[in-house]
């Protein structure tokens, strides 16, 4: 059983060019949870999707940012127009959601580097 | 301070010794986490305790939690140079529906010497 799927690890983008970061969850898992990691600092919840639903996304910057988790096929955080101040480490989990204490399981990241 | 705060924020003890970590928030919570972190690396969960249970053990590590004063402690016994890594503690609430929001701590930065 694969765990949680991130990719690319590295992405570098360009001031104001979109950044696409790709989430595949584990077997089995239906919910998936986006948290940013500045550089020295813990992590920061941005948005949690079940199926075709946002259902939390109270950590997400209004303006650029969006997230996707459609029928088929991994999550999608969307970065548009990127700035340095994006420059981070972008990290997926998923869980199985159900009851209030299961694991999230961890992917790997993204490392995201604006120029 | 933070939700899930951590102290120290560094801390660097030779192979053998036992290291403690500790944790304070701010909010109630359904349980408290704790992950480790390699450098550059993803987190892995370490160990969950629930607001009603006290005290959890797995391996070498201990966990306390005391919802009183909203403080949780990881205790690593007979340390590892391997140990080496951040450590965060993470606090989480539910979400309607199901699902856990976990707020994170800044860490603490263990380093075991040989």
């Known amino acids: 059983n694969a765990g949680v799927m991130q990719n690319p690890r590295h992405l570098v983008r360009r001031r104001g060019q979109e950044a696409r970061l790709r989430c595949s969850p584990m077997k089995g898992h239906s919910h998936v949870y986006w948290y940013r990691q500045l550089p020295e600092e813990g992590l920061k919840f941005m948005v949690y999707?079940?199926?075709?639903?946002?259902?939390?996304e109270s950590g997400m910057p209004k303006e650029r940012f969006s997230a996707e988790f459609p029928k088929e096929g991994p999550s999608i955080l969307r970065i548009q127009q990127v700035v340095r101040g994006d420059s981070a480490a972008y990290f997926c989990?998923?869980?199985?959601?159900?009851?209030?204490?299961?694991?999230?399981?961890f992917g790997p990241g993204t490392r995201l580097t604006v120029l | 301070s933070q939700q899930g705060e951590e102290d120290p924020q560094a801390l660097s003890i030779q192979e053998g010794e036992n290291a403690t970590m500790n944790c304070s928030y701010k909010t109630s919570i359904n349980n408290l986490q704790w992950y480790r972190q390699n450098s550059g690396r993803g987190l892995v969960h370490l160990i969950l305790?629930?607001?009603?249970?006290r005290e959890k053990h797995s391996g070498r590590l201990r966990v306390t939690l005391d919802t009183s004063k909203k403080s949780s402690s990881l205790l690593i016994t007979a340390s590892r140079a391997a140990d080496t890594a951040s450590y965060f503690c993470?606090?989480?609430?539910?979400?309607?529906?199901?699902?856990?929001?976990?707020?994170f701590g800044t860490g603490t930065q263990l380093k075991v010497e040989l």
């Open positions: 993470a606090t989480a609430r539910g979400f309607t529906g199901g699902g856990n929001k976990l707020t």
């Open positions: 305790i629930r607001s009603n249970e």
């Open positions: 999707l079940q199926k075709e639903n946002i259902i939390d």
């Open positions: 989990a998923s869980s199985r959601g159900t009851g209030g204490g299961n694991e999230q399981f």
